[in-house]
């Protein structure tokens, strides 16, 4: 798990990286209305929206309550995949935990 933990721990600190410099890049949003008008640009939201409910079913199954799914997608849907790699950080124990006890 501690590999899981340091691959997750760096993609969340390369992306907020990212994240903060289109931040302080476009604080407008400009460029990313500009990119929902292309056919790719649509696609690509698409594809966010469909992960953020993925991964909130993924949450609902981990931790059994509807209520607590709805919080992390409330928050994966304005924040984005920052909150879905802290739910992994916070929670791999559990996770596994409930993988193991499927099998």
Do not use: H
């Not at 993609?11 to 400009?30: I, N, Q, R, S, T």
């Not at 995949?81 to 596994?96: D, P, S, W």
Request: charged share 10%; net charge positive.
């Amino acid at each position: 798990m501690q590999g899981a933990k340091w691959t997750v721990t760096l993609y969340l600190l390369g992306f907020l990286a990212v994240f903060v410099w289109a931040v302080l890049a476009d604080p407008g949003l400009g460029g990313f209305l500009a990119v929902l008008r292309e056919p790719w640009g649509l696609v690509v939201t698409l594809d966010f929206v469909f992960g953020c409910l993925l991964l909130t079913w993924v949450i609902y199954f981990i931790e059994g309550s509807a209520r607590a799914a709805v919080l992390w997608g409330v928050a994966l849907f304005v924040i984005g995949n920052i909150v879905g790699a802290i739910y992994l950080l916070t929670r791999l124990e559990r996770i596994r935990g409930r993988l193991a006890a499927v099998n």
